[in-house]
C-alpha cells in the first residue's frame, strides 16, 4: 500500500503477478451494493496479496537453491 502522498491509494500489481488484477475489475459493478461491493473487492484484493507473497516466496526460494549450485 502507498500511504505516502495519496492516502487511500493502492497500487496494482506488476504485469507479471500470477493474479490480473484491472482497474476496471475494482468498479463497483450496476446493481452491487455498497457492501457487496467492498466484500468482492476485499475478496480480490486478498487473493492478489496472497498471489503476490507466494510469488515473492518462491522467487527467494529459486535465489537460494541458485546461491546454493554456486557454492557447489
Do not use: C, W, Y
Amino acid at each position: 500500500m502507498n500511504f505516502g502522498g495519496n492516502i487511500g491509494a493502492l497500487p496494482l500489481p506488476p504485469n507479471d503477478s500470477p493474479i490480473g488484477l484491472s482497474a476496471a475489475q475494482l468498479q463497483r459493478k450496476p446493481g452491487e451494493s455498497p457492501e457487496e461491493h467492498i466484500a468482492r473487492i476485499t475478496a480480490l484484493l486478498n487473493t492478489v496479496a496472497e498471489a503476490m507473497a507466494v510469488a515473492a516466496m518462491e522467487q527467494k526460494r529459486r535465489l537460494r537453491e541458485r546461491k546454493t549450485k554456486m557454492k557447489l
